[in-house]
């Protein structure tokens, strides 16, 4: 079973197409099973803020119509495709309530967890700080990541591969890397929260580095190597890339032992045989 979590909508202002041609596009590459996960907006800043800093998600009050929307479509093609309901969220560690004020309201699916800007740095999206400094930077990512598991409010955190995209690791410390990545699935591993598979980061990797000194097949061989829960996700803005790189994707898993993918009903989670 190949199952896409990770798609967005044009409710968080920069994604394009209509909701059921993700849907369409998803039914076309043989899923039988897919789920809506746009961004929240930037719950967690105040309306100052808000005015100042870039908003790439979709505001509160466009929740009932998101979540409407997405059960007319679950109801329309219910004989084609099982469609789950979820949402990305970003996690900022002290504002966990304001998080459950939200999402308590709706009967999500499942809500992937996601980190794209770091309190300690400012309210910049992280690929802005690519000249900050790299030891900081990512020990501040991987305790934000640390803390978005053991928060319980994810059933999976998205895109880990996003701090390596942004701020590269030199490879002379390809160790240090190693052991944040293993830290953090071990923390997985005793959580509730799965860990995604990304299709941009397995994009973004191929395309900058070679075979052999690439993070993200690091990343993998530590997922395999600790039998972690995983997620997949095209992180699709368009309808045209919905499942985009699965085959490849998959056939990567799978020669690294990675059998299994998660899928959430109403947040209980189930494990299948991948493909």
């Known amino acids: 079973m190949v199952v896409d979590y990770h798609v967005h909508t044009p409710f968080c202002g920069h994604a394009h197409g209509k909701m059921a041609e993700y849907v369409e596009n998803a039914i ?33 009050r466009d929740l009932e119509r998101y979540f409407n929307d997405v059960m007319d479509l679950k109801a329309l093609y219910a004989d084609r495709i099982i469609i789950r309901f979820g ?5 900022i560690e002290g504002a966990e309530h304001l998080v459950e004020n939200i999402v308590n309201n709706y009967p999500f699916d499942y809500i992937l967890g996601s980190i794209h800007c770091l309190p300690a740095l400012g309210w910049h999206h992280l690929s802005q700080y ?11 990512y991987f305790a934000s990541a640390r803390a978005a598991m053991r928060s319980g409010l994810f059933q999976s955190l998205a895109h880990l591969d996003f701090i390596w995209r942004y701020i590269l690791w030199p490879e002379s410390r390809w160790s240090e890397l190693e052991a944040y990545i293993s830290d953090l699935i071990a923390v997985s591993k005793k959580s509730t929260t799965d860990i995604e598979i990304n299709a941009n980061g397995y994009i973004w990797s191929r395309a900058n580095y070679a075979k052999g000194s690439d993070p993200f097949d690091l990343f993998l061989d530590h ?13 699709a803005h368009a309808p045209q890339m919905v499942a985009k790189v699965f085959p490849e994707i998959v056939t990567l898993l799978k020669s690294k032992g990675l059998n299994q993918v998660s899928t959430f009903d109403r947040k209980n989670r189930k494990s299948v045989a991948l493909g």
Do not use: C, N
């Not at 949402?87 to 996690?91: G, M, S, T």
């Open 28 to 60: 076309l590459t043989g899923m039988t099973e897919m789920g809506f996960s746009d961004h929240l907006g930037r719950y967690y800043l105040g309306k100052a803020q808000r005015k100042r800093y870039f908003e790439w998600g979709m505001p509160e």
């Open 87 to 91: 949402l990305e969220v970003d996690y």
């Open 130 to 140: 690519a000249k900050s400094d790299i030891d900081k930077t990512y020990q501040w």
């Open 223 to 235: 997922l395999s190597m600790q039998k972690a829960r995983i997620t997949l996700g095209s992180d």
